[in-house]
Every structure is written in structure tokens, then in C-alpha cells.
């Protein structure tokens, strides 16, 4: 006779009822009183549960030296679970558990909760039947974006929530949705931050945005130019070394890149974006005036400036070039930054002062008003 009770082993789907049940708890606090603290506890303990043995589904359990037909056997394993976990945790009845997972997840167990970045990884790259579960779901509730940029300011886990909005945004149709969303804005904030770790995690956030569908975000930057710059600029005169550096590095990436030719030719035809990167470029912090130098050069390059551009440059001619004669030296083995900067001096030497604009042209309408002045005059 068997004297043990043998339960039964929970699937994928059980674990997740059984996950946003718990979790559900976790968010109304337990319910108040001894009964409340009770339930807390457990629920506590059943997120704990759920999580432990989805992370254990996922896990290979087979050693890397082991036959292939074992290997590809494994691998199938997981990519059912896997199959069953994202149908599940996406279907009407458990369809708020991810939302859950990140409001709650200070009061998850340390060791779960650094698993819920890997979990949504999963999600991320699922493909059930020719669709994206995770990608649909997050389209149609940007929430959990908001979610993942409100992030930040949860010290203990901004850099998984960091991870979690870069990882959603490597889907084009994800970044494209956020970037023309307002929230997006609320990045900036937090590069501007003060913790060194969370402002280069959102900074990273960001250059990846910028960077990685480039097609779609040259439409996006050319769309948005004046809102995006102005919040931008922000960064570049920040006072914090590192996020200026980093500003001015990317805004150089951005401009040279023949995707952004468009929004290239409307920053360098702003007299103010001369005026900006001149500033830098003076910097006694050299990787900051480096990175400025890059910028500068392409307002100098521009065959067709515009008088406001083409006068600041002559305004300050002799300096320009003296500043650039003498401009970090000790690069002199850099080949390539060498005959550039020689370049510029020969472009800003050559500049001639424009001839003053001709007068505007008389319209029939203020002709008319003229000659009835001249009239009344007489």
C-alpha cells in the first residue's frame, strides 16, 4: 500500500494561474489584519513557487557534451513550455500578470525577482504560430512601457527594468509606438539623474532607441525635430561630464549617419546648434571638445550654409583658426583627425563675408500703400 500522496506535477498553465493569483494578493496588500499579513505571506511564498519552477522549465538540464539528438530533444522541451507559458500568461483570464509582476516586484523574493528580467526575455523572443504574444500585448497596452521607464526610480531593480524596456524596444514596432509616444520624454529625465549607474542605463536606453531601426527613426527624428532637439539639448548642456560626453558622441553618430541626411541638414542650417556645439568645443574637458570637434566639423563641411551660420564663422574667423591650430596636439598620430582638422582650418580661412542681402522686393500691396502715403504727404 502506498503510504505517500504523490501530488500532481503543476504544468505550465497551472504555474501561471497559479503566479497571477498571487500576485494579484501581493497588489491588494494582503487585505489588512492578522488574516492579511497571512495571506501576504503566502502569496509571497506562491509567487516564489511559481517562479522557481518556470525558471527550473526553462532551464537546459542537459550537459553541453551530451549527444546532439539529446540537445535538440531539450530544446524542444523548453520551447514547448515556453509556448505554453505565453499563451497562458497573455490569455484573457491572466492577462495583467506582466503589469502585476512589475508593480509588485519589491516585494518578490530578491532571487525571483532578478528572474522576472530573464522571464520577459523569453516572452520577448516567443513566436507562437506566426505571432508575437509579448509584442502584441505590449502594443496594445503601453502601460507596461510606462511601467518599465517608471522603473528607474526604483533604485534596487532600475537596471532590470532598464534591461526590460531595451529588450521590448529591439522590436521595431514597439520603438516606433514609444518613440512618438509623449512618455518617451520621460527618458531624459532620468539621464539627467544623479546616480552614475541609473543615468548611463537610461542613456543606453536611449542610444539604443536612436540607433537600432534607423529608417524608422530618421522618419521619427525628421517628424518630431524641433520637440526632440529641444529636449536634447538639455543633455548637451548638462553639467554632468559623462552624460554631455555621451550627448555629444551619439548627436555626432546621428548626424554622420546617411539615414539621418534630413535631420542632418536641419541642425546644421540652426545658427543656435553652432552656437551650442562652439560652446563645447571651447571645453577644458578634452573627450567633451573631442566629441564637440565632431560635431563642429559638420557645420564647417556644409557647401550651403546659411548666412546666420556662414556670419558666425566669419564673425570669428582668426580665432577659429588660431583654436584650431593649436586644438589637442597631442592627437597628432590620429592620421584621419589630423588632416580633418587641417581641413577646417582651410574651410573657415577661405570664408569670405557675404554681400549684405538685397533689399526686399516691393509687393503690389505695399506699393499701393506707398503711393497712397506719398499722396497724402503731397
Excluded at 497588489?27 to 489588512?32: E, L, S, V, W
Aim: hydrophobic share 40%; net charge neutral.
Amino acid at each position: 500500500m502506498n503510504m505517500f500522496k504523490l501530488g500532481r506535477q503543476k504544468t505550465p498553465k497551472d504555474l501561471v494561474v497559479q503566479l497571477h493569483n498571487a500576485l494579484r494578493v501581493l497588489a491588494a496588500d494582503g487585505g489588512g489584519g492578522a488574516s492579511g499579513a497571512r495571506d501576504l505571506k503566502k502569496a509571497q511564498e506562491d509567487v516564489a513557487k511559481a517562479l522557481t519552477s518556470i525558471k527550473t522549465l526553462l532551464t537546459e538540464r542537459v550537459d553541453p557534451s551530451s549527444k546532439e539528438a539529446e540537445a535538440n530533444s531539450e530544446k524542444a522541451r523548453i520551447s514547448d513550455a515556453l509556448t505554453d507559458i505565453s499563451q497562458e500568461i497573455f490569455s484573457s483570464e491572466c492577462r495583467n500578470t506582466i503589469p502585476l509582476l512589475l508593480d509588485n516586484i519589491d516585494k518578490i523574493d530578491f532571487e525571483c525577482s532578478k528572474f522576472v528580467e530573464h522571464l520577459f526575455t523569453h516572452l520577448m523572443s516567443k513566436k507562437v504560430a506566426n505571432r508575437h504574444p509579448a509584442i502584441e500585448y505590449i502594443i496594445e497596452n503601453m502601460t507596461v512601457l510606462y511601467r518599465l521607464v517608471e522603473g528607474y526610480n526604483r533604485p534596487e531593480h532600475a537596471i532590470s527594468f532598464g534591461g526590460m524596456l531595451r529588450e521590448a524596444c529591439r522590436h521595431e514596432k514597439i520603438a516606433e509606438k514609444f518613440l512618438w509616444d509623449q512618455r518617451f520624454y520621460d527618458l531624459f529625465a532620468h539621464v539627467h539623474g544623479t546616480a552614475f549607474d541609473v543615468s548611463s542605463d537610461a542613456f543606453t536606453t536611449l542610444k539604443d532607441l536612436l540607433t537600432r531601426h534607423k529608417a524608422m527613426v530618421a522618419k521619427f527624428l525628421e517628424a518630431n525635430f524641433n520637440h526632440f532637439f529641444d529636449n536634447y539639448r538639455g543633455l548637451i548642456e548638462s553639467e554632468n561630464y559623462v552624460t554631455k560626453r555621451q550627448a555629444l558622441k551619439l548627436l555626432g553618430e546621428l548626424l554622420l549617419d546617411r539615414y539621418n541626411y534630413k535631420v542632418m541638414t536641419l541642425y546644421i542650417t540652426n545658427a543656435e546648434n553652432l552656437k551650442l556645439i562652439m560652446n563645447a568645443l571651447k571645453s577644458r574637458q578634452k573627450q567633451i571638445a573631442f566629441e564637440a570637434f565632431h560635431c563642429f566639423k559638420v557645420f564647417v563641411a556644409n557647401p550651403n550654409k546659411p548666412r546666420a551660420v556662414h556670419n558666425i564663422l566669419v564673425q570669428n574667423q582668426d580665432r577659429l583658426v588660431e583654436f584650431l591650430q593649436n586644438f589637442q596636439t597631442d592627437r597628432q598620430c590620429d592620421n584621419q583627425f589630423s588632416e580633418e582638422k587641417q581641413y577646417l582650418v582651410k574651410q573657415i580661412r577661405d570664408l569670405r563675408p557675404l554681400p549684405p542681402p538685397p533689399p526686399a522686393a516691393a509687393t503690389p500691396a505695399s506699393a499701393a500703400a506707398a503711393a497712397s502715403a506719398d499722396g497724402a504727404a503731397m
